[in-house]
């Protein structure tokens, strides 16, 4: 589960500055999901489009999920893959628009994002991060999650955010992990 307050967001420690970036700050907590491989063996290496598919379930009626890959030293150093912004969506424009599509009380909504792109080769040791908050401030304006455009700062809904990882909830990543020719 990950709170969402947009009273208090999840900023950027680098304010939305380009480039690769330590964030081994971004940590799990009450705004922060982190989900992570075991080191690899091997060197593996991906390069091309990530999709990112999650199932996920909130006590408010829009919210937003942004995702970020980074590749892990095991001195812990977590190297950003790819610029932030490229995997994020709003619940309620998850079907593309123009209307909007508010989240049903403990309706299960699919997000997809696929803007994602990358190449990376992990060496033996590192570790595939992905992190998931529902805001990333400054980056990106801060959704209320009342189900109204305007954002007032004395009616914002603080919520939870369920993403399910079951047979009947999949969320799933698909990387695009090439074969390094030996």
């Given at each position: ?42 060197p593996v290496e991906m390069i091309g ?50 209307e909007r599509l508010l989240v049903k ?39 209320p999650q009342t189900g109204v455009q ?33």
């Amino acid at each position: 589960m990950i709170r969402s307050d947009p009273a208090h967001p999840v900023s950027d420690p680098f304010e939305g500055k380009f480039g690769a970036h330590d964030y081994r700050s971004l940590r799990p907590g009450p705004g922060i999901a982190v989900f992570e491989t075991g080191a690899f063996d091997a060197p593996v290496e991906m390069i091309g489009q990530v999709v990112i598919e999650l199932a996920a379930s909130a006590t408010v009626p829009d919210f937003d999920l942004w995702a970020q890959l980074y590749d892990v030293a095991p001195d812990g150093t977590a190297w950003n893959l790819s610029t932030p912004g490229t995997a994020l969506q709003r619940a309620s424009y998850r079907q593309g628009g123009p209307e909007r599509l508010l989240v049903k009380p403990a309706e299960t909504v699919k997000l997809r994002m696929n803007r994602l792109v990358t190449a990376n080769r992990f060496l033996p040791g590192h570790r595939l991060r992905l992190i998931i908050t529902p805001q990333f401030y400054p980056l990106f304006s801060v959704n209320p999650q009342t189900g109204v455009q305007e954002f007032e700062s004395d009616s914002v809904r603080v919520g939870e955010i369920r993403i399910g990882h079951s047979a009947d909830r999949v969320s799933r990543i698909v990387l695009p992990v090439v074969p390094i020719a030996r």
